[in-house]
């Protein structure tokens, strides 16, 4: 009876979440969508590879769209024989963004459940935990993979907690299932950072079976929890095997080229640490506006600042030196956020509920749950400095240097999402052990008293003097403030005295509303805090009787702060019409997308494309030979709207092809160091949108584009007459800069296959692209002497075949980044397909990984209902 009141309890706690999700979307319900800038680039980076799958029915794992041409295994390729992926869309089958909010809830209540075995406890860690507002944060952005691959962090926690409780048969399911649909989440950063608090909870653990003399029961569990996630890797071996081939090739692979970088083997220290957490930032996860939210900040948060702007304004008179100083201040982007990284959407806040609840658990947590305290609270500590980054870069360093893989990711901030799954665990245990534990009423009073009496004093301390404790205000700013002093200083001397009062006037009124709004958000943090004492305290003076009532009522509490909070950043202005949402490049401006731009931000930035969009779509219709496109009104490397319409030497992708992104380095950013390696002018970058049959160059701005064509692009494939030899990758780079490249092939002598390659100058000679396809490209050739075809395609030495009159040829790496194959006098027929031996490999793993699943979930619940039916008790939870 007690079990059959507890199922329902759990199906009512799951419809909660359901309702809630959708309570917080509900613009879904009217047939709205969310809005999401990354997921926008990915609509423009995967259109041609979804056009030729809709037109062949056939998996493409090539596109032009980007770059030149890239992989398509990380801009959303399909891959057979996935069930592993039809499996995640039974938990995702609410609409997005409620699908990913749900899937928190879930796979915490999971993990709940499997600890604790009680209802009450399962729901509240549910919404300590889906409430952080990273997770918001991270939807309103469009990092969908992230969030996805966070969403099952909770439930394969739970599998490998079972494992070392010794309840294998579940925990070995549990673990593979769990794990196989994190891996198809395809975020691998966050698959790493887990793994890194995981293998602290291994070290915990692994002292505590040698204190306890149990190693052969945790030697046991770990290696079930290995051979899980074999299966799970292998559920995925299509995805992962071609992820790991094509990583070798990005900026996160081994580059060979060094005129620029520090880290040949990874990406640069500076890349990876640049969104570093600064350490007082840390107290975020606490009062969310701390340092002043995100960095696009509501104008009505600064009151103070626009006032003294409109202020400053009206003193100036009219002389027009200094009204054209105040048009450059007042055109200067400035926020309430003062932290260390260069920008941010929002706060990594985990709720003042939570932390509070961390804080006491650190002191109260004791016995046998001291295993589990020991691992959260290490596992927190190290995700915080990690997070500091370049802020600690002793710490930083040696991980990066030396830890594996550690150098391949970008943004070390994002490692806060172990302590987001770490805070609301401990939180929650805090909470049952309050509740379960045979501690003394005495003892929990004493804690509740100094733990929480110290929290409290803390925030009355902040809130009374934080505006003399802090400085609110940035590195940044200050440099700022002083150059445009110093060009004042250079322009009129006459004017630094009075604009050196009136920037010092601004920028003190910029801190009186940051203060505010860290007053503010303390204030709210303490309300939190002294409500969850007080509940906790009145339960343990005996006031409340009822635990039940506590517990929601905390929990009740942590939901009113989240919601609140995380409304701040994702609310109903990030729902538009789903019309808009499906197809986010609209090229022309109807009545109906005018007047939602008039009302919301997202969809005016939409809008504001129309006029370039209509002129890629004219480009597109116009001309149906293949070519490229190089798109300065935008910021190229940094957009995926061009390549909805016609392929592009730009894009947006965190993984380019390694290659690629080391001529964007040295071609097209300008950089001053590169005077001493000959490069001046724009010789080099001629020759590089040459190369690339760069047909067309798009310039002025979105809203008044101009379209020039490059009449010395050299096409789809060219003849070269004479070969330029190289020793090195600086060599090779380098030479584009110099050499004609309309007929002189750079080659290098380590990598040529051919090193007897026979050319001669053929002035009638030709060869052209006849047929095009993102995965198979045909050409024709005719030419009286032997030649070195080279092919505006990117060079990518995997699973690209080459075949001449049928006969498979080595296919050279050649003007650093393209493809050439010698070709003998006479006409011939040149093949390139892709035909990656990766992705075969890799079904042919997932085939077998699908029938070990489906033995192992068969197995593990015929074992299951085998002991249940011999012993119907269950025993409680234990650490």
Same mark, same amino acid.
């Given at each position: ?6 199922? =329902?309890?759990?199906?009512? +706690? ?20 969310? =809005? ?47 069930? =592993?992926?039809?499996?995640? &869309? ?48 991270? =939807? ?43 891996? $198809? ?50 559920? @995925?071996?299509?995805?992962?095997? +071609? ?28 890349? /990876? ?77 985990? &709720? ?139 322009? @009129? ?72 909070? @995380? ?9 538009? +019409? ?21 009302? !919301? !931000? ?5 809008? *504001? ?45 965190? #993984? ?47 809203? $008044?584009?101009?379209?020039?064509? @490059?009449?010395?692009?050299? &096409? ?11 020793? !090195? #990758? ?48 045909? *050409?024709?050739? %005719? ?11 990117? *060079? ?30 006479? !006409? ?23 029938? /070990? ?18 012993? %119907? ?7």
């Amino acid at each position: 009876m007690k079990n059959k009141k507890n199922l =329902i309890y759990v199906l009512i +706690s799951l419809l909660l979440f359901v309702v809630i999700a959708l309570l917080y979307c509900s613009p879904v319900l009217s047939g709205k969508s969310v =809005i999401q800038p990354d997921i926008i680039n990915y609509r423009g980076s995967a259109q041609e590879m979804l056009t030729y799958q809709n037109k062949t029915g056939e998996n493409v794992y090539w596109s032009d769209a980007m770059f030149g041409g890239m992989p398509t295994y990380q801009t959303g390729a399909k891959f057979d024989f996935d069930i =592993i992926k039809s499996i995640d &869309g039974i938990f995702r089958f609410l609409p997005r963004p409620a699908d990913y909010i749900f899937l928190l809830f879930t796979g915490f209540f999971i993990l709940g459940l499997t600890v604790f075995k009680k209802w009450k406890y399962a729901l509240v860690g549910a919404i300590f935990f889906a409430f952080g507002s990273y997770y918001f944060e991270l =939807i309103a952005a469009g990092h969908n993979g992230k969030l996805h691959t966070i969403g099952y962090f909770a439930p394969l926690i739970a599998g490998i907690l079972l494992l070392y409780r010794k309840k294998y048969i579940t925990g070995f399911v549990l673990t593979t299932l769990f794990m196989g649909l994190q891996l $198809q989440a395809n975020h691998i950063q966050m698959t790493f950072y887990l793994f890194l608090a995981m293998l602290v909870f291994a070290i915990v653990q692994f002292i505590e079976s040698i204190k306890k003399k149990e190693l052969p029961d945790f030697l046991k569990s770990s290696a079930l929890a290995i051979v899980a996630i074999l299966i799970a890797v292998g559920l @995925n071996a299509n995805r992962l095997l +071609s992820t790991y081939e094509y990583s070798k090739e990005t900026t996160r692979g081994k580059s060979e080229m060094t005129l620029l970088k520090k880290n040949s083997n990874g990406l640069d220290h500076d890349y /990876i640490t640049q969104w570093s957490y600064g350490k007082l930032e840390t107290l975020n996860l606490f009062i969310p506006n701390l340092m002043g939210g995100g960095s696009q900040t509501n104008p009505e948060d600064l009151k103070n600042y626009t006032s003294e702007l409109q202020n400053t304004q009206y003193s100036l008179g009219e002389d027009e030196f200094n009204q054209q100083v105040y048009q450059a201040i007042s055109g200067m982007p400035r926020s309430a956020y003062w932290g260390d990284q260069p920008g941010t959407s929002g706060p990594a806040y985990q &709720g003042a509920v939570v932390v509070f609840l961390f804080i006491i658990g650190m002191f109260m947590v004791r016995g046998k749950y001291a295993t589990y305290k020991k691992w959260l609270v290490a596992a927190t500590i190290l995700s915080f400095v990690l997070a500091w980054g370049k802020n600690l870069p002793f710490i930083t360093n040696l991980f990066i240097d030396y830890f594996p893989m550690y150098d391949k990711f970008r943004a070390v901030s994002s490692i806060l999402v172990i302590a987001e799954f770490t805070m609301p665990f401990l939180a929650i245990l805090t909470l049952y052990y309050f509740f379960n534990s045979d501690e003394t009423d005495e003892f929990k009073k004493k804690v509740l008293y100094i733990a929480g009496g110290s929290t409290v004093g803390v925030l009355i301390l902040f809130y009374l003097f934080g505006g003399l404790l802090f400085s609110f205000t940035s590195g940044d700013e200050k440099l700022m403030t002083e150059q445009l002093i110093g060009q004042i200083q250079q322009a @009129n001397p006459n004017a630094v005295a009075l604009w050196d009062g009136l920037m010092k006037r601004l920028d003190d009124a910029l801190i009186m509303d940051r203060v505010a709004m860290f007053k503010a958000d303390t204030l709210r943090t303490l309300i939190f805090v002294l409500l969850t004492l007080g509940l906790l305290l009145a339960y343990n003076l005996k006031f409340i009787k009822k635990s039940g009532i506590v517990i929601l009522g905390i929990g009740a509490l942590a939901l009113i702060d989240g919601y609140t909070v @995380n409304k701040r950043y994702l609310n109903d202005d990030n729902f538009i +019409s789903k019309s808009i949402v499906e197809n986010p490049f609209p090229t022309e401006m109807s009545t109906r997308l005018q007047d939602e731009a008039s009302k !919301n !931000n997202n969809v005016a930035q939409i809008a *504001y494309k129309v006029p370039m969009n209509k002129l890629l779509s004219s480009i597109s219709k116009q001309d149906k030979s293949h070519f490229r496109v190089y798109n300065t009104a935008v910021s190229t490397f940094n957009e995926a709207g061009t390549s909805y319409f016609v392929p592009s030497i730009g894009g947006y992708h965190a #993984a380019k092809l390694g290659k690629y992104q080391d001529v964007v380095d040295i071609y097209f950013s300008q950089d001053s160091r590169l005077k001493q390696y000959g490069i001046q002018d724009e010789r080099g970058l001629i020759n590089v949108l040459n190369m690339l049959n760069t047909k067309y160059i798009v310039h002025g701005s979105p809203t $008044q584009p101009e379209v020039q064509q @490059n009449p010395t692009a050299l &096409g789809s494939a060219w003849f070269a007459s004479t070969i330029k030899w190289t020793e !090195n #990758a600086n060599d090779e780079i380098l030479a584009i800069n110099s050499v004609p490249v309309n007929n002189t092939v750079i080659l290098r002598k380590d990598l040529v296959a051919n090193k007897n390659i026979n050319v001669a100058a053929d002035s009638i000679s030709k060869i052209d692209l006849v047929d095009y396809s993102p995965m198979k490209m045909t *050409y024709k050739s %005719s030419s009286k002497t032997d030649q070195v075809a080279v092919f505006s395609e990117i *060079y990518y030495p995997h699973g690209w075949v080459a075949t001449v009159d049928g006969k498979e040829v080595p296919i050279e790496k050649a003007n650093y980044v393209l493809r050439a194959i010698p070709v003998e006098k006479g !006409n011939h027929t040149i093949v390139f397909e892709f035909k990656p031996q990766i992705i075969s490999t890799g079904n042919t793993i997932v085939i077998i990984s699908n029938i /070990i699943l489906l033995i192992v979930v068969a197995g593990g619940i015929y074992l299951g209902y085998k002991k249940c039916s011999k012993n %119907s008790d269950v025993k409680p939870a234990t650490a």
